[in-house]
Nanobody
Framework: QVQLVESGGGLVQPGGSLRLSCVAS????????MAWYRQAPGKEREMVAR???????NHADSVKGRFTISRDSAKNTVYLEMNSVKPDDTAVYYC?????????WGQGTQVTVSS
């Protein structure tokens, strides 16, 4: 089992920055990839960024150049650095972990971009 706890969400003005954190606990040694997803009201959940155990990353086109996923393996923590945020980035952001055939989700953290 893997437990994921997100933090760092909140209200931010357009053009501002925010950093989300996701701490993993439990059977973390077998995690092969972690990711950030988001879901806006009335929309499907979509992947924002992903990082593999080997450190390879990929980002959705909508956030490329603005958001960056990174990790601190010693702290079992994955981050999402969000810069130049836009109102369209408003959503609940979820942390995700893949371990073998199993998938794990955090409880989500709300990000609201508004002036």
């Amino acid at each position: 089992q893997v437990q994921l706890v997100e933090s760092g969400g909140g209200l931010v003005q357009p053009g501002g920055s925010l950093r989300l954190s996701c701490v993993a606990s439990g059977s973390t040694l077998s995690i092969v990839a972690m990711a950030w997803y988001r879901q806006a009201p009335g929309k499907e959940r979509e992947m924002v960024a992903r990082i593999t155990a080997g450190g390879n990353t990929n980002h959705a086109d909508s956030v490329k150049g603005r958001f960056t996923i990174s990790r601190d393996s010693a702290k079992n923590t994955v981050y999402l650095e969000m810069n130049s945020v836009k109102p369209d980035d408003t959503a609940v952001y979820y942390c995700y972990a893949a371990r073998g055939i199993y998938s794990y989700w955090g409880q989500g953290t709300q990000v609201t971009v508004s002036s």
